[in-house]
């Protein structure tokens, strides 16, 4: 696994975020609750968990992962963050 330092993660957030959310603020949904849902189309390995909640983390938001060696493998296509 490659360490990659919360200084790093952190200048991504803020390369992309620095301007704002435009998107919440157009639709109006920035104190909403919202829900991230990343699914794999065509199966296979899936990389960058550990900084995206790392990035996650920094924005206090809570992460639930699925462990997806315990899930049948349609079930291991979805991954909630």
Do not use: N
């Amino acid at each position: 696994m490659i360490y990659i330092p919360r200084a790093l993660t952190d200048a991504w957030l803020m390369e992309d975020i620095h301007g704002g959310d435009l998107t919440s603020l157009a639709l109006d949904i920035g104190s909403r609750p919202g829900v991230m849902t990343f699914r794999h189309r065509q199966g296979g390995c899936i990389s960058g968990i550990a900084p995206a909640v790392q990035m996650l983390a920094a924005l206090q938001v809570q992460p639930d992962i699925l462990q997806l060696d315990k899930f049948t493998p349609d079930e291991a296509m979805q991954v909630k963050l």
